[in-house]
């Protein structure tokens, strides 16, 4: 798990019961926190008792480091925080990195809302985001409703024109997408064949021979160059061709950052 997506009912409905009887999204999220910190806490002090005998007794600078740090997040978490706000330094995250804590995880928090508060959120979607503004954390809003029935419509065509109907210029799913990608700092290339199109998965700053590696690590070992052709510009040109004819195909080197969205062929020799 690389990070946690976290659904909090925002929408009054009697026809949909709540299993604690009321609406209130703090009071889910809380739970669901506690839970999350009390399995947490239950990881650091295991570590911490491995280490504690080195730490206290010996001249071990890492052991004592290492308490130092798993004890300030364990008193963070027992104030009722989690993880990824405790003011511990960059470098010294190191320390719990082989015990994966799951409050440490970046979130991203989504309000589910009736299908007339999707474009304005509500009440609910207020205080939900008054309540992680400590946590740096953000927060989406979709109506599960509204998507349940694009999924009935049959065509591209039919869903556009309901989303246009609610004011809205893209599905619920895709922005979720959008934001699960940012959050985990990802973006997607494209190769496109006579037979198909791939998308590839990768990490955002990844040069272009450790793009090639997501295909094959041969690609990557035998990394010669890559064709790359902007994603604007290939849907305002329509073809490859009609690119390679404009001037926009670039041939870049193992430096090359690649970016979201382009589409790209890759030389190499293994």
């Known amino acids: 798990t690389n990070a946690i997506i976290h659904v909090l009912r925002c929408f009054d409905n009697d026809n949909v019961i709540h299993v604690d009887g009321s609406v209130n999204p703090i009071r889910d999220k809380e739970i669901i926190d506690t839970e999350l910190q009390l399995k947490d806490l239950d990881s650091i002090e295991k570590k911490i008792q491995k280490i ?21 997040y364990k008193n963070h978490l027992l104030a009722g925080k ?8 960059e470098e010294d995250q190191e320390h719990i990195a082989d015990i994966w804590l799951l409050t440490a995880k970046p979130v991203l928090y989504v309000c589910n809302v009736g299908e007339s ?3 304005t959120g509500n009440a609910y979607v207020d205080a939900v985001k008054e309540s992680v503004k400590e946590e740096n954390a953000q927060v989406l809003i979709i109506s599960a409703q509204i998507e349940s029935e694009i999924v009935e419509l049959e065509s591209y065509e039919e869903r556009q024109m309901f989303l246009d109907d609610l004011g809205l210029t893209e599905s619920g799913v895709n922005k979720l997408i959008k934001a699960a990608y940012k959050l ?8 496109a064949g006579v037979q198909e199109v791939r998308a590839w998965t990768i990490t955002q700053g990844f040069t272009a021979p450790q793009a090639a590696g997501v295909i094959h690590t041969d690609f990557e070992k035998g990394f010669i160059r890559a064709e790359v052709i902007k994603y ?3 849907v305002h040109y329509g073809s490859e061709a009609a690119c390679k004819e404009n001037g926009k195909l670039s041939v870049e080197g193992k430096t090359y950052i690649v970016e979201d969205g382009d589409i790209m062929h890759f030389r190499f020799n293994v």
Request: aromatic share 10%; glycine share 2%.
């Open 184 to 191: 985990l700092n990802l973006a997607t290339y494209f190769t």
């Open 82 to 89: 989690s993880a990824r706000t405790a003011p511990v330094a």
């Open 52 to 72: 504690e005998k080195a730490a206290k007794v010996g001249n071990d600078k890492d052991a004592k480091k290492a308490y130092e740090v798993l004890t300030a």
């Open 232 to 234: 604007k510009d290939f």
């Open 117 to 119: 508060d999707v474009n």
